[in-house]
């Protein structure tokens, strides 16, 4: 069964709006958890990583908001802007060490100009 | 649904001999079959790209005779890593993508780590 889930295929954003993008999970042994950005015709590329020890992980316009007891992470794009469009992935794993990754299904963004 | 299942977990093996590594997808027809490499908190970085009783499409650098990718069937997707080297030693990840992700979703396995001693 999947083990994280991104519940929300798509999404679209205004320029200059926040962007939210939600995940949720259901094993509470998960310890390290990330965020990554595809464009087409390329690999994902690490976004934001945040461990269950914080709740907030903040670098530039991207901050990744861990809610533990909810089982429950966002990330969050402020100002959201054009090139951002892409798709995103959350991933989560047991410990920072990267053994074993378990992925959403990804959110596609579009940021409208 | 949309689970894909990739074996094993770990590996380790001599350096000269080849390691396959299969992903299967469980309940969902794998119409194209990503596998990528990974290094700690960077890129999954594409090694090839397969469609279903297609030859496999490798990116720039990608060795096709070191990384032998099989997508025989729509549930699955086999890597072999032939001759491994410590060079080698990595996570890979594959990815599936099918009519259950809509176009535009893909369905990640859980990675195997490889190490090469």
């Known amino acids: 069964d999947q083990q994280v889930k991104q519940n929300s295929p798509s999404l679209s954003v205004q320029e200059g709006r926040i962007s939210i993008l939600n995940c949720d999970y259901t094993?509470?042994?998960?310890?390290?958890f990330l965020w990554y950005k595809k464009y087409p015709a390329e690999g994902p590329t690490f976004l934001i990583s945040?461990?269950?020890?914080?709740d907030k992980n903040e670098d530039g316009r991207f901050t990744v908001f861990l809610n533990k007891s909810a089982k429950h992470l966002s990330l969050h794009i402020v100002p959201s802007q054009p090139g951002d469009s892409a798709v995103y992935f959350c991933?989560?794993?047991?410990?920072?060490?990267?053994?074993?990754?378990?992925f959403g299904t990804g959110t596609s963004l579009t940021v409208i100009p | 649904g949309a689970v894909v299942s990739q074996h094993p977990s770990r590996v380790i093996c001599k350096s000269g001999t080849s390691v396959k590594i299969e992903c299967r997808s469980l309940?969902?027809?794998?119409?194209?079959m990503f596998w990528y490499r990974q290094f700690p908190k960077q890129s999954l970085m594409l090694m090839a790209t397969?469609?279903?009783?297609?030859?496999?499409?490798?990116e720039q650098g990608v060795e096709k005779d070191k990384f032998l990718i099989n997508h025989a069937s729509l549930t699955l997707s086999t890597l072999t890593v032939t001759s491994a080297h410590p060079e080698d030693s990595s996570f890979y990840i594959c990815?599936?993508?099918?009519?259950?992700?809509?176009?535009?979703?893909?369905?990640f396995g859980s990675g195997t780590r490889l190490t090469v001693v």
């Open positions: 990815s599936a993508s099918g009519t259950l992700q809509g176009g535009y979703g893909y369905t």
């Open positions: 397969s469609n279903e009783g297609s030859k496999a499409t490798y």
């Open positions: 945040i461990s269950s020890i914080k």
């Open positions: 991933a989560a794993a047991l410990d920072y060490t990267g053994n074993q990754f378990y």
């Open positions: 094993n509470s042994m998960f310890d390290y």
């Open positions: 309940d969902f027809q794998a119409t194209t």
